[in-house]
C-alpha cells in the first residue's frame, strides 16, 4: 500500500504545473482524495492476484502450493518444476514456441502481402466494381469465427489441406484480411496521389509504386495488424486444435496447454509453471509495448 | 509513342489482376464459401468424413428447438451474454470515469485494468480454475483458517456465477479503453457550460456526459454481447461445461456435438441459429438505443 501513495504523489508532483495552468483540474484533484487512491489500489490488487498467484506458485511444490497458496517463501521457491514443465513429454513446450511463432510469422508475412496490394488498388481507385469489393471485405468483418470452423473443415478436406500446416495458416491469414484491407484501404486513402504520379513519371510500375512509395508510409496501421494478428494467432484456441487436429502431433503454445494442463489440472506444479511459461512471452511483450497494444486490441475488438 | 503507352497500360492491367486476385480468391474460399456451406451442411447428416453428405432436409433444426439440453444451453448463453454485457459495461463505464486523465498512476491502472485481455481465455480459465478450484488456492487457505470449502466450480449455480465474474474480470479493459476513447470527444465547453449553471457531478454525468456519450455505449454494448455469445474457451477450461453439464454455452455444445460426437451437419444448424440470433440481437439493441438517443435529444 505504501508503495502505492508514494506513486500517487509523484504522480501529483508531475501534474502540478499543468494543474496551474488549469483551474478546472483542481475539481478533479479534490476528487482524487484517499478514498479514491485506496479504492482503487484495492481495485489493482484484485486484478493482479491472479497474476500474482500465477507467478509465485510457478516456483513451488505441491505441498507449499496447497498449504500456502499466496505465501511467498523466498528461501524455498525452486526453479526445478519450471524446468520440468519445459521438458514435459506430454507437450515439449519449447517447440510450441517454435511453432507458434512460425504460424504468427507466417499468417502476418502473408496477411500484409495479400491485403496491402489490394487495398491499394481499392483506395486508388474509383471503378464502381473495387468499391464492391471493399463492401465485400468489410461484411467480411461481421463473419463470426464459430460459424466457420465446421464448413472450412469440409473446404479444407476437400482441397486436401486438413491437418497440414498450410492449411491452417490459409485460414488464420483469411480471418485477418477483411479488417486489414478495410483498414489499409482506409489509410491508403489519406497518402496524396501526387506521390504515385510521381513514380508514374519516374516510370515505376504499380507493384513497384506499391512496395517502394506506399508501403513504407504504412508503418503504423501495418504495426496495428500485426500486433492484432499476433495475439490472435497465439491465443487462438479453436482453430489449431481443429484443424491441426491433436493427432498430428502439432502443438501451439494455446493447444499444447490444453493437452499438457487438462490432465493435471490438480497437479499445481504441473499447472501453475505451464501456464507461466504459456503467456510469459506475450506478457513481456504487452509490458514492453502496452500503448501500442492496448490501441491495436481496442481497435481489434471493435471490428465487430 | 501510342504503342508503348499502350503496353505500358496492359501491364499496369496485369499488375492490378495480380494485386487483386490472390486475396479475393483467399477471402472467397475461405470465409465467403464457408458461409454458404454452413447453411448447406446444416440441411445434412455430415459425418465429417463422407464426401457426399445425406441432405436430411430440417430434421436438424427441429431436433435441435426439441434438445433440453440444447435449450439449457440457450439460456446459460443468454444469461452470460446479458448479465456480462452489464457487469463490463458498467464496471467499463465506472472505471473510465476514475482513470481518465494522464497522470502516472491512471496510466498504471489502465494497463491493470486491460491486461487480462492479452491472456488466452483458455489460460485464464485454467488459472482461475486452479484458484477457485476445491483444491485451489482460495479453498486451500479457508480450510487452513478453519473454515468450508466453498463451491466455486462445483455447484451448478456458484459456477455459473462464477464463469460470468471471471469473463467480466477478463474482458472489461476493452471497455474501459473504449469509453476513455468516448469520454475525450465529449465537448469540454458543454461540462463546463453546465458546472457554472451549478449542476452536481451526478447531474452533469447524467444529462451532459451520458448523452454525448450515446453512440459509445452502442458499440460497446453490442460489442460486449457479440463476443459473449460465443463464449468457448473458457468453458472449456474453467469448468469443462461442468457440473453436470450446467455451465454449457451453445458454442461448447456445437464444437461438442461436431468434433466429439462427429455430428457436424447438427453442430452447422446450431451454428447458423446462433449466427442468426446473434445478428438479431445485435440489430434489436442498435434499433432501441437509436431511439433512446433520439429520445434524449428530442
Redesign the interface.
Known amino acids: 500500500m505504501s508503495e502505492l501513495t508514494v506513486?500517487?504523489s509523484?504522480?501529483?508532483e508531475?501534474?502540478a504545473v499543468s494543474e496551474a495552468a488549469a483551474p478546472?483540474r483542481r475539481?478533479?484533484r479534490r476528487r482524487s482524495g484517499l478514498p479514491?487512491a485506496v479504492f482503487?489500489g484495492l481495485?489493482?490488487i484484485f486484478?493482479?492476484t491472479?497474476?500474482y498467484?500465477?507467478v509465485v506458485?510457478a516456483f513451488k511444490p505441491q505441498e507449499e502450493?496447497?498449504?500456502?497458496?499466496?505465501g511467498l517463501p523466498v528461501g524455498a521457491l525452486t526453479t526445478r518444476y519450471l524446468s520440468h514443465a519445459l521438458h514435459n513429454p506430454q507437450f515439449n513446450i519449447v517447440r510450441g514456441y517454435a511453432v507458434t511463432i512460425l504460424f504468427v510469422v507466417a499468417v502476418n508475412v502473408l496477411s500484409v502481402a495479400?491485403?496491402g496490394?489490394?487495398a491499394?488498388?481499392i483506395a486508388r481507385s474509383s471503378r464502381r466494381r473495387y468499391r464492391l469489393?471493399l463492401l465485400?471485405?468489410l461484411a467480411?468483418t461481421f463473419?463470426?469465427?464459430?460459424?466457420?470452423?465446421?464448413?472450412?473443415?469440409?473446404?479444407l478436406?476437400t482441397?486436401g489441406l486438413m491437418g497440414t500446416i498450410r492449411g491452417f495458416v490459409?485460414?488464420e491469414?483469411?480471418?485477418t484480411?477483411?479488417f486489414s484491407?478495410f483498414l489499409y484501404a482506409g489509410y491508403i486513402g489519406t497518402i496524396p496521389p501526387t506521390l504515385d504520379q510521381a513514380a508514374a513519371v519516374d516510370g515505376a510500375?504499380?507493384?513497384r509504386t506499391?512496395w517502394k512509395i506506399i508501403f513504407p508510409l504504412m508503418r503504423p496501421v501495418v504495426a496495428t495488424m500485426v500486433i492484432l494478428n499476433t495475439?490472435s494467432v497465439?491465443?487462438?484456441?479453436?482453430n489449431p486444435q481443429?484443424i491441426l487436429g491433436p493427432g498430428s502431433g502439432l502443438y501451439t503454445v494455446?493447444t499444447g496447454?490444453?493437452a499438457a494442463?487438462?490432465q493435471y489440472?490438480?497437479d499445481?506444479s504441473v499447472?501453475?509453471p505451464t501456464?507461466l511459461l504459456?503467456?510469459a512471452p506475450?506478457?513481456v511483450f504487452?509490458?514492453v509495448m502496452?500503448r501500442h497494444?492496448?490501441?491495436g486490441?481496442?481497435a481489434g475488438?471493435?471490428k465487430? | 509513342m501510342n504503342f508503348v503507352k499502350r503496353t505500358k497500360r496492359a501491364g499496369d492491367g496485369a499488375a492490378t489482376l495480380l494485386m487483386v486476385v490472390p486475396a479475393t480468391v483467399v477471402f472467397v474460399v475461405m470465409l465467403v464459401v464457408p458461409v454458404g456451406l454452413a447453411f448447406y451442411l446444416s440441411l445434412t447428416d455430415w459425418d465429417g468424413y463422407s464426401a457426399q453428405p445425406k441432405i436430411i432436409g430440417g430434421s436438424n433444426y427441429t431436433h435441435l428447438f426439441s434438445d433440453p439440453v440444447m435449450r439449457h444451453a440457450a439460456f446459460v448463453t443468454l444469461l452470460v451474454a446479458v448479465a456480462g454485457t452489464a457487469g463490463m459495461n458498467l464496471l467499463g463505464l465506472g472505471f473510465a470515469l476514475l482513470v481518465n486523465g494522464t497522470s502516472r498512476i491512471n496510466r498504471f491502472l489502465r494497463v491493470v485494468l486491460f491486461y487480462p485481455h492479452v491472456l488466452s481465455a483458455l489460460v485464464v480459465g485454467f488459472l482461475w480454475s486452479a484458484i477457485l478450484g476445491t483444491t485451489g488456492a482460495v479453498n486451500s487457505l479457508l480450510t487452513a483458517h478453519g473454515g468450508s470449502v466453498l463451491p466455486f466450480l462445483s455447484d451448478p449455480t456458484w459456477a455459473l456465477i462464477t464463469m460470468i465474474a471471471v469473463l467480466v474480470w477478463a474482458g472489461f479493459g476493452v471497455n474501459v479503453v473504449l469509453y476513455l476513447a468516448g469520454l475525450q470527444a465529449v465537448p469540454r465547453s458543454l461540462v463546463e457550460a453546465a458546472r457554472i449553471d451549478g449542476a452536481t457531478r451526478w447531474q452533469v454525468f447524467r444529462h451532459v456526459t451520458l448523452p454525448a456519450l450515446g453512440p459509445v455505449v452502442t458499440v460497446n454494448i453490442v460489442l460486449s454481447l457479440v463476443t459473449l455469445l460465443k463464449t468457448y474457451d473458457l468453458v472449456v477450461s474453467l469448468t469443462a461445461g461442468g457440473p453436470a453439464g450446467q455451465t454449457q454455452t451453445v458454442a461448447y455444445l456445437i464444437l461438442w456435438n461436431s468434433f466429439h460426437d462427429n455430428r457436424l451437419g447438427f453442430g452447422s444448424a446450431q451454428s447458423v441459429v446462433l449466427m442468426i440470433v446473434t445478428g438479431i440481437l445485435a440489430l434489436v439493441v442498435t434499433r432501441m438505443r437509436r431511439r433512446g438517443e433520439m429520445a434524449v435529444y428530442s
Open positions: 506513486t500517487e509523484r504522480a501529483e508531475g501534474t478546472e475539481s478533479v479514491r482503487l481495485v489493482a486484478m493482479l491472479p497474476l498467484v500465477l506458485n502450493i496447497l498449504a500456502n497458496p499466496f495479400l491485403a496490394p489490394v491499394y488498388v469489393l465485400t471485405f467480411g463473419i463470426p469465427g464459430q460459424v466457420l470452423v465446421i464448413p472450412v473443415v469440409y473446404v478436406k482441397l490459409l485460414f491469414t483469411a480471418l484480411l477483411p484491407v510500375g504499380r507493384l506499391f495475439f497465439w491465443n487462438d484456441f479453436v481443429i494455446t496447454v490444453y494442463v487438462s489440472s490438480t499445481y499447472v501453475f501456464l504459456a503467456i506475450l506478457l504487452f509490458v502496452q497494444i492496448i490501441s486490441l481496442t475488438a471493435t465487430g
